[in-house]
């Protein structure tokens, strides 16, 4: 049990476009996502968390703005990086966790994005 | 504020040798503490935790750590390594009443056939 997937597994995109990565927990209901980015040999950066129905908490420095969260079903949360830059290419992992599940965090197998 | 520290950036085993992989937190309450495998170009794999209980947890694929709060460490061990066990590792904490966990800067492990 306990399974989160991430469409697409990749994406490449031309410079100033946008793009849409979805996290779905398959097996339960997730009050709860978060958002990381991981950088090549480096630990997760946690972006935002998500809760069910509301706004997403970004972390310092991370641009609202830029990435846009929205959290509208117990089972879906997705990732929009609008217009995005060649600095912005990098590997983005969700995680999903609930009550139901003992607070543990379990997580998707990760979006490999790059911006050409 | 929690933290957690991993002191090693790679630990080399030979096959079929213990492994240890080293962890050590700092958090204001009681801490949730967790293990996390990755492997290439995936996900982060759920290992094992530990909340309240047993100060040894025993998690997935043989892999076991054991909580100690006087030394504020959490050491990932298994007593007979496998080449599949080749993977960066994680550990992280969450303090209780916090939805976040921090992660630790991840030990490569290479098991050596």
Redesign the interface.
């Given at each position: 049990g306990?399974v989160?997937s991430?469409h697409p597994s990749w994406v490449i995109c031309k410079s100033g476009t946008s793009v849409k990565i979805e996290c779905r927990s398959l097996d339960f209901q997730a009050t709860?996502m978060?958002w990381y980015r991981q950088f090549p040999k480096?630990?997760?950066m946690?972006m935002a968390?998500s809760n069910e129905g509301s706004k997403a908490t970004y972390e310092q420095g991370v641009e609202k703005d830029k990435f846009l969260i929205n959290h509208a079903s117990l089972t879906l949360s997705t990732l929009t990086v609008t217009s995005a830059h060649p600095e912005d290419s990098s590997?983005y992992?969700c995680?999903a966790?609930s009550r139901a599940i003992?607070?543990?965090?379990?997580?998707?197998?990760?979006t490999?994005l790059t911006v050409l | 504020a929690q933290s957690v520290a991993q002191p090693e950036d790679q630990v080399n085993v030979a096959e079929g040798n213990p492994l240890t992989v080293k962890c050590t937190y700092s958090v204001s309450g009681n801490p949730y503490l967790f293990w996390y495998v990755q492997y290439p170009n995936r996900g982060l794999q759920f290992l094992l935790k530990y909340i309240t209980g047993d100060n040894l947890v025993k998690g997935s694929y043989g892999f076991e750590a054991e909580f100690n709060k006087s030394q504020t460490s959490f050491h990932l061990k298994k007593p007979s390594a496998l080449v599949s066990d080749s993977a960066l590792y994680f550990c992280a904490v969450r303090d209780v009443g916090d939805d976040k966990i921090i992660f630790g800067k991840g030990t490569r492990l290479h098991i050596l056939p």
């Open positions: 306990a989160v991430q709860t978060f480096q630990s997760l946690l968390t590997f992992i995680s966790t003992a607070d543990t965090q379990y997580f998707g197998p990760g490999r | -």
